[in-house]
Structure formats: structure tokens, C-alpha cells
């Protein structure tokens, strides 16, 4: 569920069902793709979420690779930790956890004005036994677990020291660390300080040092109550702080955008009252990049999500991570590398895509004059005479297929010289992945021709002279982050872009399927029916002009359809990860990528009068998509900047 279809599709529906629904439904259904076989596949495939070190830090000796953590709320249950883990998070809150079970006596109210969930009960939860039975099990990810404790409505502070030991000491083989969340508004300063720190020295005595013990500091309290609070409990002595995130209404908890006033407040009044080396986790309100990078800014050491992902969409931790490395390159902490010299790699890729479009600009010239190739006549021992007197229109039936293949190597050809000078020449692994995959495809798919028995010479020196370079492009290495950050506000222009990357996924998915489709015919039945009533024939009236004659057209049919699975899975695989605010070369490329196939494919197709609306009707429906992707895409993929408030 990656931000363009959320925004598109599935947040509409989503926002029409009551508010606990649509979360149920929503994690039980991310739940079960995890689980399933390919699930995880599937959700890393749309998600891409890659491993970037310079983003990895430690919490009190816990590995924390991303700044981003999960709220607990959002996922009480832990039913889609697994799939969420895949989305860029660095640690997952679990809680709070209760001693003893707490129902919430109201449901969960959604405000989509305010941007905000209302929470009646803001303790709510499954209790400690529950819990600790759901954390026995596989949880399916490696990330650090950070479990909130809390203590029973209405306890005394010995009742509460006591419940929150023992739920410590219970949870203790299962968490990375401990959020202590002590503060009761019944008790003065003094008091609550005072818990604090025994609850401090007493699981230190008693877990030892291993686990990191960070303050729960409430959002809700005044910065006068937060002063005095955190003054007396020697905030040096703990591994760190964790604003909360929720602030109090009439009705209960507000979590959202409401409350991201009050913890850029409080996590600037934190830093000055702790200094500059205790670690401070920020919750409270981040619903865009820009968000986060204030509260960073402002002091905190991580941002901990919670209603941003119902708002924003699933890809937010992942346009967080990216805005934190361009916020470190604009800063100057972040250097940028040398580019590999021409030769290490990329140069071959960009060889290669040149060939790929001088090629097909060839292969379209004979298509559109000769038609058929010596080697081809003496394969089918006819001359180009006898053919055209067989069939008047078989020579024009075997020029579409060959020039919306000379097209397609065009589009092609751009796209693998575009993703190799911007991409993989600065490392970017999305743009070697896109390579890679279209690579293997489109060469493999040469044994298509093979399928019918004709070995076309010229298509084979061709791959052997292309081969070579594509396995040398792929030693570039593809590590480096990357180093144009994303939109950091959620926007018009944003979410516009949203629908655009919903157009292009569709096209590139179409295209797949289409490609597969017509490889298959090519391989099997060679014809559709629209192919024979233009020609005014059948399979057997050909085979009686000559035996070798469709085992020919099968050629072309199954090399185009392995040419547009190639060309498709590379737009596919950039539609889905490339697409970046102010990334103008990629628009450029689906652009120009895209205009050698469709202008081919319907400038053959009209002038030799095979124009039968259904024939042609997935070609009006990727074009449209490509248009509409193009147009909506442009604001975006245009606009420079970071688009920061």
C-alpha cells in the first residue's frame, strides 16, 4: 500500500468506514501479505526501502538503523509489524502495557479537517499477560522493541512502582528498552519525580544496564509542570527522553496535527534543559517530512510515527529518511563521493542504450521499405514479388510488427542510456535494479525467437555485441543514497503527483501484461482473430503459400513481445522508485522513452489500414494512461527545490 495507491485508492474507501474498521482492516490485511508466500517480497517490491548506513545510529549500545519509529498505538496487536517493519522504521514502540487489561468505553474518532484521531481512552490496551503472549511469537522483523510501561488508573505510588517492576521484569526478554511512563497528574512534581527515579535505580538493579531506560514526559503538560518534572529526575542518569505525543481534550487523547505545536515547543525547551547528548524521541503530530526535519532541528535525536501514516500515507518513514540525507548534504556532514570514471561501468550501460537506438532507428527504415531481409527470402525461398502476390497485405502485416518493435528498442535504448548517465553513474541502486531486470529479461527473451524454428542472424550478432556490455555495465557499484530529497510537504502539487505515479504503475504493469500476451501468441497460436481478417486468411491458407512462413511472423511477434516486457519492467521499476520531487530528467525520460513506441505503434498501424478498434483499444488505453501520467506528474517532477515551507 505505497502513498500512491493509498492517497488514490485505498484512503478514499478507508475514510468512509468507521475508524477502528478501517484500521482493523487495514492491518489485518497488511498482516496477511507478510505472512503470506512472496508477501514480504511484495511489500519490500513496492516499498524499496533500502539499507542506507550513514542513516544508522545507538540508543545506549541498541542498534537503531533508521530515525523513524512506530508509534504503539497505531498497531496495539502488533498484526502488521512484520510488513511495517519493511517501510523504513528504525524501532517499533509496543504499548502502553498495563498490568491488567484496559477497554476503551468509546470508539476511536477520526477528524480528517484537523488531521487528527481521538483517542476516548488513551490507555487502552491488552494488558500485560496478552501482551507478553504476543511478543512470545515469531515477530517476522529484527527491529528494536521499545515497550512503554504504565501503571493502573487510580494506584497508589507504591501500587504503581510495584506493577510497573513486575511488568518490566516480565517484558524484559522481548525488549530492546523501556519507555517508563510514570507521570500521574494526581501527584505533585515532586512525587512523580521521585517514582521515577526509583523505578530507574530499582530496574537497573534488577535487569542490569543492558536495557536503555528512557522518561515518558507527557505532551500535555505545561512547560512550567515539564521544567519541574524533568529538573528534579537528573535527566544525565537515563538513556534518553520520549515526548509523548497525545494532548488532552474534552473528549480525550488528540493525536495528530493538533499537536505538533506543543512537542516543537517542548522538544526546544527539552534540549536546552538536557543539553546537547541525551537522546530525545519527538511523537507528536509528524504528518510530512518537513515535520520531522523541524523537530530534528529543534532538538530530537528520532521522530516516533503514529497518525502521520493514516494521514500521509505508508511511504512517510521512507520520505523522512531520504529528507534527513539531504538535510545532512545541505549541511555539509554528508559528502559527496567522486562518479566512477566511464569506464567502471555506467559508461557500458550508456554504449548500450545508444546501439539500442541506432538499431531500432535501422530495423524501423527496413521495416518501412524492404520489409524483409535477404536471409529472410532465402529462408523462405520466395521473393519479396511472391509474397506481396501470395497476399496483398502480408508485407504490410509483417512491417507492423517489425516497426512497433523498432520502436520499442528506441524507448529502450533511451531509458537504459538515461538510467545509466543519472542513475547508476551516481550509484543509485533503484536505477541498477531497473537495468538489471529489464536486462536479463530482454536477453533472455532472444530464445523466443527459437520458438518456431528460425534463427535470425542479424538479432543474434546483435545480442552478441550487446551482451558483453551490459554484463560489463553491471559491475558499477549501487550503494549510494540518494542525494535529492523528496517533497517535504503534503501538498497539492504532492498529491496530484500521487495520481500520476498511480498512472505510470498502471502503464508499466499494462505493458508487462502486454508483452507477456503477445510473446505468448508469438510462441503459440501467432495470430489473434483481427490479425486474420485483416489479412483475409487463415493459419492453413498460409501454410499453403509456403511452410516456413509462419514460423517467420511468429519470429517478429514473439521477439516484439519479449522487447515490451523488457522495456516494461524498466518503466515499471522506475515509475515505482524513481519517481522524485524536482527529478526533471526522469519526466524528460518517460517523456522521450515513451514516444518512439506509441508513435510507431499507431503511424504503422493507420498507414497500412489496420485500424480495428479493438485491435488497437490496450494501445489507446496505455496511451491515455501516459498522458494523464505525464500531465499530472509535471508541477511535481518540475518544481525545484524541496519544496519546504
Known amino acids: 500500500m505505497p502513498d500512491w495507491s493509498y492517497q488514490t485508492l485505498f484512503r478514499p474507501v478507508l475514510f468512509r468506514l468507521p475508524s477502528e474498521a478501517a484500521r482493523d482492516f487495514t492491518l489485518h490485511s497488511m498482516g496477511l501479505i507478510s505472512r503470506l508466500p512472496g508477501g514480504p517480497f511484495l511489500i519490500r517490491t513496492l516499498g524499496h526501502m533500502e539499507a542506507w548506513p550513514v542513516l544508522a545510529s545507538e540508543l ?4 537503531i538503523p533508521y ?4 508509534g504503539g498505538t497505531l498497531d496495539p496487536n502488533g498484526t502488521a509489524h512484520k510488513a511495517m517493519s519493511a517501510f523504513g522504521f528504525g524501532f517499533i514502540e509496543i504499548g502502553p502495557v498495563t498490568p491488567e487489561p484496559i477497554a476503551a468505553k468509546r470508539r476511536i474518532q477520526r477528524e480528517p479537517e484537523a ?13 500485560l499477560a496478552e501482551t507478553v503472549r504476543r511478543l512470545g511469537r ?11 510501561t504504565r501503571h493502573m488508573p487510580g494506584s497508589s505510588r507504591e501500587a504503581a512502582c510495584a506493577q510497573q517492576l513486575g511488568s518490566m521484569q516480565a517484558l524484559a526478554p522481548y ?11 494526581a501527584w505533585s512534581a515532586e512525587q512523580n519525580a521521585e517514582l521515577a527515579d526509583r523505578l530507574r535505580r530499582e530496574v537497573r538493579e534488577r535487569l542490569g544496564p543492558d536495557k536503555p531506560l528512557l522518561l515518558y514526559v507527557p505532551l500535555d503538560l505545561t512547560e512550567q509542570q515539564m521544567e519541574a518534572f524533568v529538573g528534579q529526575v537528573r535527566p544525565a542518569e537515563w538513556d534518553g527522553i520520549v515526548l509523548g505525543e497525545a494532548i488532552r481534550s474534552e473528549e480525550g487523547a488528540v493525536v495528530g496535527k493538533p499537536a505538533f505545536a506543543a512537542s516543537l515547543a517542548r522538544v526546544g525547551r527539552l534540549r536546552r534543559l538536557c543539553g546537547r547528548g541525551l537522546t530525545i524521541i519527538a511523537s507528536g503530530g509528524v504528518h510530512d517530512p518537513q515535520d520531522a526535519i523541524d523537530l530534528l532541528e529543534a532538538g530530537a535525536t528520532y521522530v516516533q510515527l503514529h497518525s502521520g501514516l493514516v494521514y500521509a500515507g505508508p511511504g512517510l518513514p521512507k520520505r523522512i529518511n531520504e529528507a534527513v540525507i539531504s538535510r545532512r548534504i545541505q549541511q555539509g556532514s554528508l559528502p559527496e563521493a567522486a562518479l566512477p570514471p566511464f569506464w567502471s561501468g555506467w559508461g557500458w550501460m550508456c554504449l548500450l542504450g545508444i546501439g539500442m537506438v541506432i538499431g531500432g532507428m535501422l530495423a524501423w527504415l527496413i521495416a518501412a521499405t524492404d520489409v524483409v531481409l535477404p536471409y529472410d527470402l532465402a529462408f523462405l525461398g520466395l521473393s519479396r514479388g511472391e509474397l506481396a502476390e501470395a497476399n496483398a497485405r502480408l508485407l504490410g502485416f509483417m512491417s507492423h510488427d517489425r516497426i512497433t518493435l523498432a520502436g520499442t528498442m528506441i524507448s529502450i535504448g533511451i531509458l537504459y542510456f538515461q538510467l545509466a548517465w543519472h542513475g547508476l553513474r551516481r550509484r543509485q541502486h533503484w536505477a541498477k535494479t531497473a537495468l538489471m531486470t529489464s536486462g536479463l529479461v530482454g536477453f533472455s527473451s532472444f530464445f523466443l525467437y527459437l520458438g518456431y524454428g528460425y534463427f535470425d542472424p542479424l538479432h543474434a550478432a546483435a545480442a552478441a555485441v550487446l551482451l558483453p556490455m551490459f554484463v560489463l555495465s553491471m559491475r558499477t557499484a549501487a550503494d549510494a543514497p540518494p542525494r535529492d530529497g523528496p517533497s517535504r510537504i503534503n501538498d497539492r502539487i504532492w498529491l496530484r503527483a500521487q495520481w500520476g505515479q498511480l498512472m505510470l504503475v498502471s502503464l508499466g504493469i499494462a505493458l508487462a501484461i502486454g508483452g507477456v500476451v503477445i510473446a ?6 501467432v495470430f489473434v482473430p483481427q490479425d486474420l481478417q485483416y489479412l483475409c486468411t487463415s493459419p ?11 514460423p517467420l511472423i511468429a519470429h517478429d511477434r514473439a521477439g516484439f513481445g519479449g522487447a515490451l516486457f523488457s522495456d516494461a519492467l524498466a518503466l515499471l521499476i522506475m515509475a515505482l522508485w524513481g519517481i522524485n520531487e524536482g527529478r526533471r530528467w526522469l519526466w524528460w525520460t518517460f517523456l522521450l522513452g515513451g514516444l518512439p513506441g506509441f508513435a510507431a505503434g499507431f503511424s504503422v498501424h493507420y498507414q497500412i489500414g489496420y485500424t480495428d478498434f479493438i485491435h488497437l483499444l490496450p494501445a489507446y488505453f496505455a496511451f491515455a494512461l501516459y498522458m494523464a501520467g505525464l500531465a499530472l506528474l509535471y508541477p511535481y517532477m518540475m518544481r525545484r527545490g524541496t519544496g519546504a515551507r
Do not use: C, S, W
Request: proline content about 7%; charged content about 20%; overall charge negative.
Open 138 to 148: 515469531k515477530q517476522g522483523h529484527r527491529l528494536p522493541l521499545f515497550v512503554r
Open 60 to 63: 545506549a549500545g541498541v542498534a
Open 175 to 185: 525488549a530492546g528498552g523501556f519507555y517508563i511512563d510514570a507521570y500521574d497528574e
Open 540 to 550: 492453413a491458407m498460409l501454410d499453403a503459400i509456403n511452410e516456413r512462413l509462419v
Open 520 to 525: 505468448g501468441v508469438g510462441v503459440t497460436g
Open 115 to 127: 488531521e487528527a484521531i481521538v483517542y476516548p481512552e488513551p490507555y487502552a490496551n491488552a494488558g
Open 67 to 70: 530515525p523513524v519509529g512506530l
